[in-house]
């Protein structure tokens, strides 16, 4: 059972990851992602999911500096977008978001989206991962066939996958294949943008433990052994999300959950995307 905010778990290369972080898509690069970004970080937060395509990783980058908290204390992921696949567009992309981020390496770093081409781009996050620039390297987007595929060049096994994963897309079949290839499954929008906040099954759970229907989402996840990045800009409802380290769901009320799937997407399916 993940008991704190700043439980990790560990990669298959040895980096510890925390189970638990802030996800900052459609928060606007100004003030808005500075006062999220600090207030996760005062809140106890030590995770924060960005990319190049949110353009807010100068607002993420200077948020971590004022925030008193070391950079070594906090894990930062960035994910390489769509139009920069490519060996050498990746080398410079990566430049660009660590320099737009104001660090000099990062914990994650993402193939956002499968691309074609993301052999190549695969090559790059190898080498700027032997050079110590990245300290774990993983995939987004990618379904079972599109990792096979990867692995019939790759000489380093990804260490993540971020997965559009919530009540509504449980994704067992994928979340099986990675769990046997020792890759850690991450969810992307684990509230389901939002669409599951009045769900009668998960305010009746949530009511048992005084919790919300977003609480119960994300210690579902936990349940699951998923690491989970819940969006938020609001200070208060930050902190309502990481309030979830002290109840645990029942096997039943997991099961409970699980019965919610209908295959359902909010984004994009990784097989048929045209950005
Ligand atoms: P989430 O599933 O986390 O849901 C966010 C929505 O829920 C927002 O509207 C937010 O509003 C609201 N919300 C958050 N907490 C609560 C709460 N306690 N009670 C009520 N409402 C709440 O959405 P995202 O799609 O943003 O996914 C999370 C993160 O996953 C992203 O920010 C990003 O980092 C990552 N992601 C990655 C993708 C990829 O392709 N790799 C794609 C999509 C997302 P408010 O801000 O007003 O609180």
Redesign the pocket.
């Known amino acids: 059972m993940v008991k704190s905010i700043t439980e990790t778990t560990t990669l298959h290369n040895g980096v510890k990851m925390p189970w638990f972080g802030?996800?900052?898509?459609?928060?606007a690069n100004d003030e808005e992602v500075v006062t999220?970004v600090k207030s996760a970080l005062d809140t106890g937060y030590r995770a924060i999911?960005?990319?190049a395509a949110?353009k807010n990783e100068e607002g993420v980058g200077q948020a971590i500096k004022e925030s008193g908290v070391a950079r070594e204390d906090i894990f930062l992921?960035s994910?390489l977008w769509n139009a920069d696949h490519g060996y050498e567009s990746t080398l410079q992309a990566f430049e660009d978001s660590l320099q737009r981020l104001g660090t000099d390496y990062l914990d994650l770093y993402?193939i956002?989206?499968p691309k074609d081409g993301f052999k190549d781009t695969w090559r790059a996050f190898e080498k700027l991962y032997e050079e110590g620039k990245i300290r774990a390297i993983g995939l987004?987007?990618f379904h079972q066939h599109h990792i096979e595929d990867l692995m019939t060049t790759a000489k380093v096994k990804p260490m993540v996958n971020?997965?559009?994963f919530?009540p509504l897309l449980t994704q067992e079949a994928l979340r099986d294949f990675c769990k046997i290839q020792e890759i850690q499954f991450e969810?992307?929008?684990?509230?389901?943008?939002?669409?599951l906040?009045d769900d009668p099954t998960l305010k009746e759970i949530g009511e048992k433990y005084g919790k919300?229907?977003?609480?119960v989402?994300i210690r579902w996840d936990l349940e699951h052994g998923v690491i989970t990045?819940?969006?938020?800009?609001?200070p208060?409802?930050?902190k309502?999300?990481s309030e979830v380290f002290d109840f645990e769901l029942t096997s039943e009320e997991v099961e409970k959950i699980d019965a919610l799937n209908r295959n359902e997407r909010?984004?994009?399916d990784p097989d048929n995307f045209d950005f």
Do not use: F
């Not at 802030?22 to 928060?27: A, E």
């Not at 969810?187 to 669409?195: E, V």
């Not at 990045?229 to 609001?234: F, L, M």
């Open positions: 802030l996800g900052v898509w459609q928060v999220a999911d960005t990319a949110y992921t994910k993402l956002h989206w987004s987007n971020q997965i559009e919530h969810a992307w929008s684990p509230l389901a943008h939002g669409k906040l919300s229907p977003a609480q989402m990045i819940p969006k938020s800009s609001n208060g409802r930050i309502q999300n909010t984004g994009a």
